[in-house]
T-cell receptor
Framework: NAGVMQNPRHLVRRRGQEARLRCSPVKGHSHVYWYRQLPEEGLKFMVYLQKENIIDESGMPKERFSAEFPKEGPSILRIQQVVRGDSAAYFC???????????????FGPGTRLTVL | DQQVKQNSPSLSVQEGRISILNCDYTNSMFDYFLWYKKYPAEGPTFLISISSIKDKNEDGRFTVFLNKSAKHLSLHIVPSQPGDSAVYFCAAGGSNYKLTFGKGTLLTVNP
């Protein structure tokens, strides 16, 4: 998976707790994306970030969810007051952000599987 | 509103034969397309991509064909191998960088 790292791989939370998911992009990649996959579904875009900036958060629920990609350190997807419906696999991807032959390939991490009890 | 559709949830092929996975899209603003392969409990692995200015791209056993007028693309794997058994996702991208995925096709290659 071209070096995108995510942790933890598995996360169990009780309803009402907070979940923090971390993503370290491929070295040299400045663009980070978060996707969510529900069972039997494809991946759904949540948010697109560059260093210190949220570029597009149109796929992220307005409440309880937030994301950041600080100048130093990994990108964080934070879910406050989790509910059972938040149980899913959350994937992070990164890309160099420049088109090569008019494509910008995103490379994915192994994902964090969140289970809300 | 599903903008990227993979109408076959599953496909079974004999080892050595060709696997053809199909994908349709509705948004004419998409200008590049990618195929990813995914094993259970792992992240998607990039396979091959194609931009809208091309109609074919080949990489080893994998070839992607794009028919813009029909808004259709396909992934050909030949010869198929048992290790190719996985879920294959079609994804589409445009100027806003985010990818829109299909629901995937489970490919099983039988020895």
């Amino acid at each position: 998976n071209a070096g995108v790292m995510q942790n933890p791989r598995h996360l169990v939370r009780r309803r009402g707790q907070e979940a923090r998911l971390r993503c370290s992009p491929v070295k040299g990649h400045s663009h980070v994306y978060w996707y969510r996959q529900l069972p039997e579904e494809g991946l759904k875009f949540m948010v697109y970030l560059q260093k210190e900036n949220i570029i597009d958060e149109s796929g992220m629920p307005k409440e309880r969810f937030s994301a950041e990609f600080p100048k130093e350190g990994p990108s964080i997807l934070r879910i406050q007051q989790v509910v059972r419906g938040d149980s899913a696999a959350y994937f992070c991807a990164s890309s160099p952000g420049r088109r090569t032959g008019l494509t910008d390939t995103q490379y994915f991490g192994p994902g964090t599987r969140l289970t809300v009890l | 509103d599903q903008q990227v559709k993979q109408n076959s949830p599953s496909l079974s092929v004999q080892e050595g034969r060709i696997s053809i996975l199909n994908c349709d899209y509705t948004n004419s603003m998409f200008d590049y397309f990618l195929w990813y392969k995914k094993y259970p409990a792992e992240g998607p692995t990039f396979l091959i991509s194609i931009s809208s200015i091309k109609d074919k791209n080949e990489d080893g056993r994998f070839t992607v064909f794009l028919n813009k007028s029909a808004k259709h693309l396909s992934l050909h794997i030949v010869p198929s191998q048992p290790g190719d058994s996985a879920v294959y996702f079609c994804a589409a991208g445009g100027s806003n960088y985010k990818l829109t995925f299909g629901k995937g096709t489970l490919l099983t290659v039988n020895p």
